[in-house]
């Protein structure tokens, strides 16, 4: 409650006590080091020891542990006098009040307005008008924020419609079921333009389908032999030889070549399944979610779909894995018209006589002016080359098949992956949305099943209650604030304050506004771990307006910000900020025109609630000086509730 800028704080320290061993002047410092909320109130006068008085009368005077807001003195009735019942009435309770302090020798001496529960009433409540018209701005703008952040929330708990009879139950399956496919085909399609698929990542279905390709194609490019190594050339050579058939010799077996491709394909098989299954996970785990999401009130009908899409994507995995099995057959049977084929043959080729030429150069050991000596080496080293390389002889031939078959492996890679890819998104994702709605709408005619489906969760049923009464009190509270007219005096005074704050790992902790290029303070920002705020801990208040930052005027909002990320260990800042006098003084003026102020037969009660807000209840029916303050009373009764 301390730390709470809404909050003023009342130090009460009893006048026949040491002020140095009282430690709330020092709490109150430490969050309100300018003293703007903090009035000091002395009680307990009649028991001041003898010759104590004109120490007490320093502090009361504010020379002594001086506030900002000064100190003021109350004698209340003493528990003899509240058992005898000698002052009976809140009335004959401040006339006696007042009479102890006139007649009291050293106190009759202070200034009356020092004096008494009606000094105290008048001061608190100019103060607190002044703190009104301070915070209701941000207090408006943050009864908004909530008001807007529960009606989002009550619209996600909102029923689609009545369930009252059959006919109502079976339109609102109708309905429900064609917005949940609405927003599911969304999710297919990749379009996510609808609020609930914009603001939760985790139902884009196609998106996360991608990684799933992009996985699928990494696995199946991991399992491409080494072409180019001597020992996958041996070892194709070898097995040439053992595969030889009738043909004549200088010929390619077309027989390796087809078993070589059957056994590359083979190890496909795993990953295009594992990526199938991924996918059926992957599209139930969005189903559900997006039923969470949008069936919030139906438990019993979100649980049938959930069925329904186990069932429809266990048909339709099983569909597409019968087509991912044809298509391992049928790349296992080498097939193309897709001249790419001979494009990368003729590449590789070009690239292994380019490789031969380089190395042919490299051998050179003739001097470079002897041109006749190095055409001679070279040309010996080609003809070498040539004859290994297309002699007729299963050396030969392996070296030539191994650039076939890398390059047919490449196309029929990328083929299958697209292929595999396509059968996936057709029988998985896309067929989804539609075997879905025909599977609900099966129940249409089953009333019995309807009624469970709609029988709403009772504690969702309880939370949209509540959340209507919060809605309905936020609303007057906010309606109730937009009357209140405030006016602002052009003599309030400003002040112009150095601080020096300590950077700490999350930087200042300052939430930071933009107005017409001035930098305000709008907020203060939460520490980890329950840490010290350390704008907060130096000083620094709402609505400060940073003027230089370590003696570097702040221009604009940008350099600004920049300036206080590039900041380290402690940085001095110059705040402007409205005097809290000036600003208490101009409220009452305005509020009051000729001095008016609640009578002194008033005592005032604060009421302090969680969130921050301040109400002050009049406990006698005094008189209050502002019409506004009225008006205000409302609004933060309404945010108290």
Known sequence: YLREERTIILAVIPSNQDIATVDILERAARVDPLGERTVGVL????????????????VLRNVRKPLALGYIMVKNRSQAELNS??????????????????????????????????????????????????????????????????????????????????????KLLVAVTQEYVRHLTDCVRGEYRDRVLVQNADVRLYTRALRVFDALQLKINATAPRFKDEGFVRSLAMQIEQLRGRELPGFMSSQAFCMCMAMYVEQWRGPSHAALQEMRALTQDVASRLADLLIVQYPALREAIRGVVARALEQSSEEASRKMEDLLQREKDPFTMNDFLMQWVNK???????????????????????????????FMYMRAWYRNSHS??????????????????????????????????????????????????????????????????????NRREELVQ?????????????????????????????????????GLGLKLGDEGGRVVVRGFRDMPDGAANPGREAGVALGDVLEAVNGQRCESFSGTVSMLKNTQG?????????????????????????????????????????????????????????????????AFDACLQ
């Open 570 to 634: 402690t940085v001095s800042l110059t705040v402007v900020r409205s005097g809290a006098h000036a600003a208490a003084a101009a409220a009452a003026a305005a509020a009051a025109g000729v001095g008016a102020v609640p009578s002194g037969t008033a005592e005032t009660l604060l009421l302090v609630e969680s969130s921050g807000l301040i109400a002050a209840q009049s406990v006698t029916c005094g008189r209050l000086a502002c019409g506004e303050w009225r008006v205000a009373r409302a």
């Open 85 to 170: 019942g000698e002052l009976g009435s809140a009335a004959e309770a401040r006339t006696a009040e007042r009479s102890f302090f006139s007649e009291h020798h050293t106190f009759r001496s202070a200034d009356p307005k020092l004096l008494g529960v009606g000094s105290l009433t008048a001061k608190l409540t100019t103060l607190l008008v002044s703190r009104i018209q301070q915070e209701l701005v941000p207090m408006k703008s943050e009864v908004e924020r909530q008001l807007a952040t529960l009606r989002l929330e009550l619209k996600g708990l909102s029923s689609f419609g009545d369930a009252s009879t059959p006919a109502d139950r079976q």
């Open 392 to 461: 007729v002889s299963s050396a030969a031939n392996a070296a030539d098949m191994s650039a076939i078959l890398e390059a047919y492996w490449n196309l029929a890679a990328k083929r299958f992956v697209d292929n595999v890819c396509m059968a996936m998104d057709r029988n998985v994702l896309v067929s989804l949305p539609s075997m879905l709605q025909a599977e609900i709408y099966k129940y249409v005619q089953d009333d019995d099943r309807l009624a469970a489906f709609f029988a709403e969760d009772e504690l969702l049923v």
């Open 43 to 58: 009680t307990k006068p009649d028991l001041i020891g003898p010759g104590a008085e004109d120490e007490v009368l320093a």
């Open 470 to 506: 919060r809605r309905d009190r936020l609303a007057a509270a906010n309606t109730a604030m937009a009357n209140i007219q405030i006016r602002r005096s052009s003599k309030i005074s400003q002040i112009r304050v150095e601080l020096s704050v300590s950077v700490g790992p999350q």
């Open 348 to 378: 590789l080729r070009y690239d292994r006589f380019n490789s031969a030429v380089e190395s042919a150069f490299a051998e050179v050991k003739a001097g470079k002016n002897n041109w006749t000596a190095i055409k001679e080496e070279v």
